[in-house]
């Protein structure tokens, strides 16, 4: 058949149906010509400025892309209502007639659930107000009045470095605060909850971005960020959707579906092929997800949108022709069409008017966006209100026929749909091969026809290219479920072989997505939200995880904060439904999260993500994040949220303080080898460190043996003040409130073999250090001698007498300083004495042999015996050496060759060869006070 012949055909059916459409179902609402309201002259060029506004939306809605943060939204099935449920349970056979219904606003965008009727947004009065360029891209959908909220907040916002981390950095605790407000069985209460807070947050950063000087470099971040946002804001829409369907369907046994009867009608078909098919419901949801987000970008601009043929069709060619029959007529004489029906343009081969040329375009280009966001209702009150009543009638043939009363009943209803519709859509799909038409109008056939070959070359974006592949997927497999279980009296026109016999699947769609030949749709393939949704849409969750390991091998430190958020909580959701995901890959992801809040100081949101983590793993991850906390009530904040997530708190601190104990950890060496540096920055916090383990009574006992630790290194070292600020980290409390915790334990045996060492160790250090700081004490004193008063020979009597009383002072200050010193001496000589001749055992050395063996412990405590006992000796012979206490010293060689404390084997060849040499200079004053070389009297 001719164009012209097909062209006759579909618009004399669309005469037919428009007169049955709106006769039966009260399309009343069609302006008379004699409106006065649609009364205009014929356009004057003063309007070609409006025009020119309008072709630069034009511009904008066609070449939006995610590489400049302006994405091209696209509508909604014709086969299955745009407001569609997502759950099967509110799915019954009568709501099929919503089901197939068209014009309805999907629930996707909505935050309520169940079927909606036909809720048009286009309000009929509202026409005039022309559409500014600034409405488009981001904000098509921003109501101006709504800009002048929160004015203050964004102008606060403007003057930061980076307005769009700032105005999103609230969505990281939003995100934990949501999660923990629901349980798994509000789990699609929570994802609900997850798309209003980025639904919020593309707000905000909407009139941030609307706000921002162009060209400035600050706002390009802003952008970027608005437009992740809006990605996982729709991510989060889908998986609402798809996983509601999925779970439910689980739930359920679709073969327990009614087998329809064989006169079943084309909508009841197609009711029960939505109720058993899991393919072709959720390919729908799929179809349904893309159309609200087209719906969303393009917002209302068509009640803004003046189109200027309101009295009748191509006002302007008519104006023109009218012109031309008077005898007055001087203008143009270029050939115009001379009939205006429909047809005419192709019937004639002729032009219209280029003002109605122009209006053609335009008009057909947003009757495509309209179809593409799933606004069929708002497309065909487009087409009323430009005079082409009979376009609207051919954008309602598709609807599926059904007659109630077939099989009888008590009133008579009404018939629902197009009893043509094969027909209607044969016709459909050969106006969209025909290349004489405008390639918009094409693809507005082919749309409602399942021409996908048609169909593609209006779709530039990735989201246009997959809902075209799942709307035609649908289309064909509700076609081919009408052709095999419809009986009908009439042999059904044929579409073509290729188009019924196409076996879809979901994965099919993808493998033809990725050899598509358009680069835009290639390279958007690859953005990280979209490998996502089409994961998501697969149902492969391993293929997810795979993909997601891939991101994380390589540099994850480019992977934005606002989608490890999102990967994070991706993986919470699918372990709330119990789905196993790859555990690997899961930890990594947590791993790199928790990194991420770590280094933007999302302090109070860690513990939570940590306690997600294998316990140690987890263990590990919050002790690293704790060591650098270094203020007292933060550390103690910290712990209590980790108590609050559940985490072994004991063992995360005992953790942090091996961790920082362990660091720069050398050998010890010998006193005489290592130089007294002072208390180090690592020092100080191996000091500080001590505190995470005084918060809680119940570690006293770790304390004490994490403190001997840190103490053995600090006394290896000689740094004697850096060990006693340890030691004073350690409440005085400790060894008795290990013993209370022991008994309120109701133990009455003895205490644990590390602990009972670890007292024990702890007084050897504490008679080391207090031994150490009376000698230091002793040795001020010793040098700090009050100086006795010289006269001078030749002196006058005015200073003999002041000499006398200068004498006098200096006995009572020597006598007063003698006293202090012998008193200093004997407790030094005591507290030395504690320290070399140690009760049970020795200094240093463990009485219970029964604990658990640590050789390094072990090997620490002998050295520091080797080191800290030969010192301490030589100490004590310093004090009695130099207090005249000669005899005294040479008793230090019977303590130290006593065989019950063996202190000889702790001291090198090189030590007793100078011990001795000292005990020899002791025995040589003896010898110079006529005593025997061990300072007895010499018998005569």
């Known amino acids: 058949m001719t164009v012209r012949s097909w062209m006759s055909c579909l618009n004399s059916l669309a005469c037919f149906l428009s007169v049955l459409l709106f006769c039966r179902n009260g399309f009343d609402d069609m302006s008379s010509p004699h409106d006065p309201e649609m009364v205009r002259p014929g356009r004057k060029q003063g309007s070609q400025k409006r025009v020119s506004i309008l072709t630069s939306l034009d511009d904008t809605l066609g070449n939006m892309t995610p590489k400049s943060h302006f994405l091209s939204r696209t509508p909604n099935s014709l086969l299955?209502?745009?407001?569609?449920?997502?759950?099967?349970?509110?799915?019954?056979?009568?709501?099929?007639?919503?089901?197939?219904?068209?014009?309805?606003?999907?629930?996707?965008?909505?935050?309520?659930?169940?079927?909606?009727?036909?809720?048009?947004?286009?309000?009929?009065?509202?026409?005039?107000?022309?559409?500014?360029?600034?409405?488009?891209?981001?904000?098509?959908?921003?109501?101006?009045?709504?800009?002048?909220?929160?004015?203050?907040?964004?102008?606060?916002?403007?003057?930061?470095?980076?307005?769009?981390?700032?105005?999103?950095?609230?969505?990281?605790?939003?995100?934990?605060?949501?999660?923990?407000?629901?349980?798994?069985?509000?789990?699609?209460?929570?994802?609900?909850?997850?798309?209003?807070?980025?639904?919020?947050?593309?707000?905000?950063?909407?009139?941030?971005?609307?706000?921002?000087?162009?060209?400035?470099?600050?706002?390009?971040?802003?952008?970027?960020?608005?437009?992740?946002?809006?990605?996982?804001?729709?991510t989060w829409r889908l998986l609402s959707s798809l996983y509601r369907d999925r779970i439910q369907s689980a739930l359920e046994d679709e073969t327990a579906f009614d087998i329809p009867a064989l006169t079943a009608s084309e909508k009841t078909t197609v009711d029960n092929l939505f109720q058993k098919d899991s393919l072709v419901r959720q390919s729908q949801l799929v179809v349904d997800w893309l159309e609200s987000i087209a719906k969303d970008e393009i917002g209302d601009f068509s009640d803004n949108i003046e189109f200027y043929a309101k009295t009748v069709y191509w006002d302007n060619t008519l104006h023109a022709l009218k012109q031309r029959q008077s005898n007055s007529y001087m203008g143009s004489s270029r050939p115009l069409v001379t009939e205006l029906d429909p047809d005419a343009p192709i019937r004639q081969k002729l032009p219209l008017d280029d003002l109605d040329q122009e209006d053609d375009s335009r008009l057909l280009k947003y009757l495509f966006t309209l179809i593409r966001a799933g606004m069929t209702d708002e497309a065909q009150r487009l087409c009323k209100r430009c005079g082409q009543a009979w376009r609207a009638a051919t954008l309602e043939g598709w609807k599926l026929y059904h007659d109630p009363n077939i099989n009888g009943g008590k009133e008579l209803e009404p018939v629902e749909g197009n009893p043509y519709r094969c027909i209607w859509k044969i016709s459909c799909w050969r106006m969209a091969e025909e290349e004489q038409f405008n390639r918009y109008e094409r693809a507005i056939y082919a749309a409602l026809s399942g021409n996908l070959k048609q169909l593609l070359p209006v779709c530039d974006t990735w989201e246009d290219t997959v809902w075209a592949y799942f709307r035609v997927m649908v289309d064909t497999l509700v076609e081919q479920e009408i052709r095999t279980s419809v009986v009908t009296a009439e042999e059904m026109e044929e579409l073509p072989r290729d188009y019924l016999e196409t076996n879809w699947t979901s994965e099919k769609v993808f493998e033809e997505l990725q050899a598509t030949d358009k680069r835009r749709v290639i390279e958007e393939n690859q953005e990280h939200y979209h490998v996502i949704q089409k994961f998501i849409i697969l149902g492969d969750v391993?293929?997810?995880?795979?993909?997601?390991?891939?991101?994380?091998?390589?540099?994850?430190?480019?992977?934005?904060?606002?989608?490890?958020?999102f990967m994070t909580h991706l993986i919470l959701f699918f372990r709330t439904l119990g789905m196993q995901t790859k555990e690997e890959v899961s930890v990594e992801v947590l791993k790199t999260y928790i990194q991420r809040l770590v280094s933007e100081k999302h302090t109070d949101l860690i513990a939570f993500y940590v306690s997600?983590?294998?316990?140690?793993?987890?263990?590990?991850?919050?002790?690293?994040?704790?060591?650098?906390?270094?203020?007292?009530?933060?550390?103690?904040?910290?712990?209590?949220?980790?108590?609050?997530?559940?985490?072994?708190v004991a063992t995360i601190t005992k953790t942090v303080v091996e961790n920082i104990r362990k660091k720069d950890a050398g050998e010890f060496s010998h006193h005489d080898h290592v130089l007294d540096t002072g208390t180090t920055e690592a020092d100080q916090l191996k000091i500080d460190v001590i505190d995470w383990l005084?918060?809680?009574?119940?570690?006293?006992?770790?304390?004490?043996?994490?403190?001997?630790?840190?103490?053995?290194?600090?006394?290896?070292?000689?740094?004697?003040?850096?060990?006693?600020?340890?030691?004073?980290?350690?409440?005085?409390?400790?060894?008795?409130?290990?013993?209370?915790?022991?008994?309120?334990?109701?133990?009455?045996?003895?205490?644990?073999?590390?602990?009972?060492?670890?007292?024990?160790?702890?007084?050897?250090?504490?008679?080391?250090l207090e031994a150490h700081e009376t000698f230091n004490e002793w040795f001020k004193l010793m040098n700090s001698a009050p100086q006795k008063p010289s006269l001078l020979p030749q002196a006058s009597f005015t200073e003999k007498v002041a000499h006398e009383h200068k004498e006098k002072k200096y006995e009572m200050d020597y006598g007063i300083w003698k006293g202090l010193l012998d008193t200093l001496?004997?407790?030094?000589?005591?507290?030395?004495?504690?320290?070399?001749?140690?009760?049970?055992?020795?200094?240093?050395?463990?009485?219970?042999?029964?604990?658990?063996?640590?050789?390094?412990?072990?090997?620490?405590?002998?050295?520091?015996?080797?080191?800290?006992?030969?010192?301490?000796?030589?100490?004590?012979?310093?004090?009695?050496?130099?207090?005249?206490?000669?005899?005294?010293?040479?008793?230090?060689?019977?303590?130290?060759?006593?065989?019950?404390?063996?202190?000889?084997?702790?001291?090198?060849?090189?030590?007793?060869?100078?011990?001795?040499?000292k005990l020899r200079e002791s025995s040589l004053i003896l010898l110079d006070q006529d005593l025997d070389p061990l300072g007895y009297e010499i018998q005569s």
Not at 548 to 555: C, E, G
């Open 542 to 565: 391993d293929g997810l995880m795979e993909e997601v390991s891939r991101w994380l091998s390589k540099d994850r430190s480019v992977l934005p904060g606002h989608l490890l958020r």
């Open 694 to 768: 005084v918060f809680d009574p119940a570690q006293r006992a770790e304390a004490l043996k994490q403190s001997n630790a840190i103490m053995r290194k600090f006394l290896a070292s000689k740094k004697h003040e850096a060990a006693k600020d340890v030691f004073v980290k350690i409440p005085q409390d400790s060894i008795a409130e290990i013993y209370n915790q022991w008994e309120e334990q109701g133990m009455d045996t003895p205490l644990p073999a590390e602990d009972d060492n670890a007292i024990r160790e702890h007084l050897c250090i504490r008679a080391y």
């Open 825 to 917: 001496t004997a407790d030094v000589k005591e507290k030395m004495y504690n320290v070399l001749l140690f009760v049970d055992g020795g200094w240093m050395v463990d009485v219970r042999e029964d604990a658990e063996d640590d050789p390094e412990r072990t090997h620490q405590m002998i050295l520091l015996r080797k080191l800290c006992l030969p010192m301490m000796c030589f100490l004590l012979h310093t004090v009695l050496h130099s207090t005249g206490q000669h005899q005294e010293c040479l008793r230090l060689a019977d303590m130290v060759a006593s065989e019950r404390h063996k202190l000889y084997t702790v001291f090198s060849k090189e030590e007793l060869r100078k011990l001795l040499q």
């Open 612 to 648: 997600h983590l294998p316990p140690e793993l987890a263990v590990a991850q919050y002790a690293l994040f704790l060591e650098d906390v270094t203020e007292s009530e933060q550390r103690h904040h910290c712990l209590e949220l980790a108590k609050e997530a559940g985490l072994d």
């Open 80 to 234: 299955h209502q745009p407001g569609a449920p997502l759950h099967r349970r509110s799915m019954k056979p009568s709501d099929m007639s919503a089901i197939l219904g068209t014009g309805g606003k999907s629930p996707l965008i909505l935050p309520t659930s169940g079927l909606l009727g036909n809720l048009s947004m286009l309000d009929e009065s509202n026409w005039t107000m022309a559409l500014s360029p600034q409405q488009t891209g981001m904000f098509l959908n921003a109501d101006m009045s709504n800009l002048t909220e929160d004015v203050t907040m964004s102008a606060v916002l403007l003057r930061e470095d980076d307005p769009g981390e700032a105005a999103t950095m609230s969505m990281y605790s939003d995100f934990l605060h949501s999660f923990l407000k629901h349980t798994s069985t509000t789990i699609f209460d929570l994802v609900d909850e997850y798309e209003n807070i980025c639904n919020s947050q593309v707000n905000i950063l909407g009139k941030i971005v609307y706000r921002a000087t162009p060209g400035q470099q600050k706002f390009s971040r802003p952008a970027s960020v608005l437009w992740l946002l809006k990605q996982e804001m729709v």
